[in-house]
């Protein structure tokens, strides 16, 4: 049987990326999927594929989550995977000397604000029925510092513990609604594509990247799905308040290479 029938399922920045992968793994395990972005082009066409829902979302607005609650006002999963680096239309500096608030506030709202909101969104969407699974997308950027990108680690390291005190409340309250925070490192996404490019020195340019990765390669969006698969599945019950590390080893320490 799916792991995921007759159950319902919201993923924001969900129209590409980490976010595309999880919903067709979801669709794929029998869920109803509702896509939720700013990218309305992707999203309609991938909806289109899974015969499931879209909805325009900009997770740091608050008005907008109020819509969505209108329109969905109970969901079984909420996936909170919406962010940005910061460096999409601003080069930085992003570093703590020189980075201005206005770039600060901005990764914030969208990665720290919209997981807030996403997560009092689902626990209200939940409670009718007193149980269900958040997943958010933290990042291993938010475990350890990012000179380059204060913002952005900043940013990830709240959603680790805000994930943390909603399930702590949610148990409190005697909800089984679980939260959870996914931890990934280097994954191949368009944002990572764009970095790396194409033509002459691209294999060179992909293995300089992740040099001090143990398992020496990117993670692939498939498999942050199947981690997200697993959280938001019965299988993973008496997991809540867990944090889960997606870097090909690279928080475990350092590995000798083969041969050394």
Known sequence: MPKLQNKSALITGGAR?????????????????????????NGSLLTAELS?????????AEKDWDLLAAAHPVVDIVVN???ITGFEDSPGPHDPENATLAEWHRVHAVNLDGTFLGCRYAIKAMRAKGSGSIINMSSRSG????????AYASSKAAIRNHSKSVALYCAG????????SIHPAAILTPMWEAMIGDGPGRDARMAAMVSDTPLKRFGTV???AAVALLLASDDASYMTGSEIHLDGGLLAGSAASPGE
């Open 173 to 180: 309250q005697g909800l089984k609604i679980r939260c959870n």
């Open 17 to 41: 990326g980490i976010g595309a992968a999880i919903a067709r793994l979801f669709a794929q395990e029998g869920a109803q999927v509702i896509i939720a972005d700013v990218d309305a082009e």
């Open 52 to 60: 499931g829902a879209f909805f325009h979302l900009d997770v740091s």
């Open 81 to 83: 995977n919406a962010g």
């Open 143 to 150: 475990l350890v510092g990012i000179p380059g990108a204060a």
């Open 222 to 224: 498939e498999e942050v």
